[in-house]
């Protein structure tokens, strides 16, 4: 990956991994005749594959001794980025940058972590070193099918289950399957894998028990994201969805639902968590994030109103363009990411999301998700009377007039009948529906999404009777 590099005299790279070793064996064989150099800072440097032994070196002498070799060469300088803001370093990469590109020197600094100085920024060359390809992981489990005798069940099963993963975590994931169920187990592996999301700050590893059997209405929703998924194949982009609308109408528990309807984890990405307070720390903290995901892949990414984690990116933000940054980068990989990744976003207050979020082919769609229409109220009335009340609409016969209630607010009287020996329609006195509470509110919100957005659910009931007009 950084033979052209070298090619073209490239003075300094930056290599995201957390495979320094695995990496610097790639990079080697990629060395074009250069002589491969190691540098940490316990052990100081020494030419690599002739024996040689460790000199000291200290981390701000570095630069200077790397420009006093004669030969052309390559160092890889193991989590050298602890120094890469310390203002002798930097002058003194600045100072050798011609004395490097004449000899033919190139320094490829190797850190999981990216934090570069700005007076650095345009001289170094950030890379990633991708994780192991399914050949690779081939190899783990061939080597350890080898040295146990035990064959797969199924393999293609493992790999999938493995993708994702590091090489020292994929033969650690192999080996403990072994070890608990004696046999390479799928499941135990993508326990494992979801151990990794724990280790991100922002993600959660989510298991609702929500499904759509208990998610009333939103049929053109379902239909549309269960078809998406049936029919997606390479070449053609499978992004996610937008979901914007009514607060209380389904949005969260659609996206709950889904991973279930489907067999797909659901992870969590909380915004405000990925902010920090140190200077790069919130991006390096999106990347990684997103890494993460990559990782777990397939999988559904759900993030809760959006807007919130958002907020100061389209007006005049005063955190120093972070926010904008960290969005810039969520964006940047919505857009290019070839993992089997299905984003939801859900958005109430579409006056606080940038319109960069909004814009036609940033989302496969974009739904809106307004109140119930008459028989959805009356679907998602009968799932909670079961649920809270132990009855069926048809025990109750009359059943109140709930129309502009959202099914958050529907749910809330169904609880409150329960409470109250079962009348529903005294319930629903002590439940003030947010359409008139803040009606204003709400229809400018549907004036705005209608040239905008596609209905989650179909018309029905009153909405598709045909009405009479009459000329007086």
Same mark, same amino acid.
């Given at each position: 990956?950084?033979?052209?590099?070298?090619? #073209?005299?490239?003075?300094?790279?930056?290599?995201?991994?957390?495979? !320094?070793?695995?990496?610097?064996? #790639?990079?080697?064989?990629?060395?074009?005749?250069?002589? !491969?150099?190691?540098?940490?800072?316990?052990?100081?440097?020494?030419?690599?594959?002739n024996?040689?032994?460790?000199?000291?070196?200290?981390?701000?002498?570095?630069?200077?001794?790397?420009?006093?070799?004669?030969?052309?060469?390559?160092?890889?300088? *193991?989590?050298?980025?602890?120094?890469?803001?310390?203002?002798?370093?930097?002058?003194?990469?600045?100072?050798?940058?011609?004395?490097?590109?004449?000899?033919?020197?190139?320094?490829?600094?190797?850190?999981?972590?990216?934090?570069?100085?700005?007076?650095?920024?345009?001289?170094?060359?950030?890379?990633?070193?991708?994780?192991?390809?399914r050949?690779?992981?081939?190899?783990?489990?061939?080597?350890?099918?080898?040295?146990t005798?035990i064959?797969?069940?199924?393999?293609?099963?493992?790999?999938?289950?493995?993708?994702?993963?590091?090489?020292?975590?994929?033969?650690?994931?192999?080996? @403990?399957?072994?070890?608990?169920? $004696?046999?390479?187990?799928?499941?135990?592996?993508?326990?494992?894998?979801?151990?990794?999301?724990?280790?991100?700050?922002?993600?959660?590893?989510?298991?609702?028990?929500?499904t759509? #059997?208990? @998610?009333?209405?939103?049929?053109?929703?379902?239909?549309?994201?269960?078809?998406?998924?049936?029919?997606?194949?390479p070449?053609? !982009?499978?992004?996610?969805?937008?979901? @914007?609308?009514?607060?209380?109408?389904?949005?969260?528990?659609?996206?709950?639902?889904?991973?279930?309807?489907?067999?797909?984890?659901?992870?969590?990405?909380?915004?405000?968590?990925?902010?920090?307070?140190?200077?790069?720390?919130?991006?390096?903290?999106?990347?990684?994030?997103?890494k993460?995901?990559?990782?777990?892949?397939?999988?559904?990414?759900?993030?809760?109103?959006?807007?919130k984690?958002?907020a100061?990116?389209?007006?005049?933000?005063?955190?120093?363009?972070?926010?904008?940054?960290?969005?810039?980068?969520?964006?940047?990989?919505?857009?290019?990411?070839?993992s089997?990744?299905?984003?939801i976003?859900?958005?109430?207050?579409?006056?606080?999301?940038?319109?960069?979020?909004?814009?036609?082919g940033?989302w496969?769609?974009?739904?809106?998700?307004?109140?119930?229409?008459?028989?959805?109220?009356?679907?998602?009335?009968?799932?909670?009377?079961?649920?809270?009340?132990? $009855?069926?609409?048809?025990?109750?016969?009359?059943?109140?007039?709930?129309?502009?209630?959202?099914?958050?607010?529907?749910?809330?009287?169904?609880?409150?009948?329960?409470?109250?020996?079962?009348?529903?329609?005294?319930?629903?006195?002590?439940?003030?529906?947010?359409? *008139?509470?803040? $009606?204003?509110?709400?229809?400018?919100?549907?004036?705005?999404?209608? #040239?905008?957005?596609?209905?989650?659910? $179909?018309?029905?009931?009153?909405?598709?009777?045909?009405?009479?007009?009459?000329?007086?």
């Amino acid at each position: 990956m950084i033979s052209d590099y070298l090619k #073209a005299g490239y003075p300094v790279l930056l290599v995201r991994t957390h495979e !320094p070793e695995r990496f610097i064996g #790639a990079a080697c064989q990629q060395a074009n005749g250069r002589t !491969p150099l190691q540098w940490d800072v316990v052990r100081g440097y020494r030419e690599m594959g002739n024996g040689a032994e460790w000199q000291e070196c200290d981390p701000f002498d570095l630069p200077n001794v790397a420009a006093k070799r004669t030969e052309k060469a390559v160092w890889f300088l *193991r989590n050298y980025h602890f120094w890469l803001n310390e203002p002798p370093v930097i002058q003194s990469i600045q100072n050798n940058l011609p004395i490097y590109k004449t000899k033919g020197v190139t320094l490829v600094i190797i850190s999981a972590d990216v934090r570069l100085p700005m007076e650095l920024e345009r001289e170094v060359v950030v890379l990633d070193f991708p994780l192991p390809t399914r050949e690779e992981l081939k190899t783990i489990l061939g080597g350890l099918v080898e040295s146990t005798g035990i064959e797969p069940e199924n393999e293609e099963a493992v790999l999938d289950a493995a993708q994702g993963l590091t090489w020292e975590e994929a033969e650690n994931a192999l080996a @403990l399957a072994l070890v608990r169920q $004696k046999q390479f187990d799928p499941h135990t592996i993508c326990t494992l894998k979801a151990q990794m999301v724990e280790k991100s700050a922002a993600l959660q590893f989510s298991q609702f028990s929500e499904t759509f #059997a208990t @998610l009333g209405g939103l049929e053109n929703l379902k239909e549309w994201t269960l078809n998406r998924f049936k029919n997606r194949r390479p070449g053609l !982009p499978f992004r996610g969805i937008l979901l @914007l609308g009514v607060p209380g109408t389904g949005k969260s528990h659609f996206a709950k639902a889904l991973g279930n309807e489907v067999g797909w984890p659901v992870l969590s990405l909380d915004m405000g968590r990925v902010f920090g307070s140190l200077v790069g720390e919130s991006e390096a903290k999106m990347r990684e994030a997103l890494k993460v995901v990559d990782a777990m892949a397939p999988c559904v990414l759900f993030i809760d109103e959006i807007e919130k984690g958002l907020a100061g990116v389209g007006g005049s933000s005063t955190d120093g363009g972070t926010t904008q940054r960290v969005g810039g980068t969520f964006l940047t990989w919505l857009n290019d990411h070839t993992s089997e990744v299905f984003v939801i976003a859900t958005c109430n207050s579409y006056e606080k999301l940038p319109p960069e979020y909004t814009r036609m082919g940033r989302w496969d769609a974009i739904f809106f998700v307004d109140n119930p229409g008459s028989d959805e109220r009356l679907e998602i009335l009968d799932i909670y009377t079961k649920q809270f009340i132990s $009855k069926t609409l048809v025990d109750f016969g009359k059943t109140p007039d709930l129309d502009g209630y959202s099914g958050a607010e529907i749910r809330q009287v169904a609880i409150e009948a329960a409470y109250n020996g079962g009348d529903l329609e005294a319930a629903a006195r002590f439940v003030i529906p947010i359409s *008139r509470s803040q $009606k204003a509110q709400m229809d400018a919100l549907r004036e705005w999404a209608r #040239a905008r957005t596609i209905p989650a659910s $179909k018309p029905q009931g009153e909405e598709t009777k045909g009405k009479r007009r009459v000329q007086v």
